[in-house]
Structure formats: C-alpha cells, structure tokens
C-alpha cells in the first residue's frame, strides 16, 4: 500500500490556481497529528526544493518565492495536507512532492506534475 497518496496537480494558465492534495491513507489521528508535513518541488534540471512545510506542534514555512501566493494546511482527521497554490508563475512549473517526517520514518509522495503555461 502507498504510504502517501497525492492529488491535484494538473495544467493551469499564469495568474490561476490550483490545491494539490497529500494523504496518509494508512495512518490513525495521533500518528499523522505527531507529523511533520512538507511539500517540495523539483523543476527539470533543478534540485528539489521546500515549498511549504506545516509542523507537527504547529506552525507553518514557506520558501521566499512563494510566500503570500501558496498556503499549506491540514486535516489532521482526514489524515491529509493540503497546498492551495494561487497567483501561480510559469516559474512554478515543476513536480511536487509530499514529505512526511515523524521520529525515524520519512517517506515521500509519488509526485503530482504542476504545469504553469498559457
């Protein structure tokens, strides 16, 4: 079973916006609640990056270039986090992934392509 399940990425015009959606089908409230969750974004040719991250006490960061355009949240009952993405760039055109951390266990998405383009 996949550890980390994604959704929502798709084809989208400069200036619109998208929610990519990340869940942990297998966890139970306390486990995914214990997490920390990020999202990251590798573009062709670049390394991949942070993008947002929503702490396990709370709390929330964001890379600079994304800062006021891109809010991550959570639903810790619904065992997912979210990244809803407006305003978006040609620049932001990449693949996202999901990361997961809590104690040793780390664990990765399969990746949803975002494709910013006219």
């Known amino acids: 079973q996949r550890q980390l399940v994604e959704s929502g990425g798709g084809l989208v015009q400069p200036g619109g916006s998208l929610t990519l959606s990340c869940k942990e089908p297998g966890a139970i409230l306390s486990t995914f609640s214990a997490s920390t969750m990020g999202w990251y974004r590798q573009a062709p040719g670049n390394q991949r990056e942070l993008v947002a991250m929503?702490?396990?006490?709370?709390?929330?960061n964001y890379a600079d270039s994304v800062k006021g355009r891109f809010t991550i949240s959570r639903d810790n009952n619904k065992k997912t986090v979210y990244l809803q993405m407006n305003e978006l760039k040609p620049e932001d055109t990449a693949v996202y992934y999901c990361n997961l951390k809590r104690a040793s266990y780390d664990t990765w998405g399969q990746g949803t392509q975002v494709t910013v383009s006219s």
């Open positions: 929503s702490r396990s006490g709370g709390g929330t």
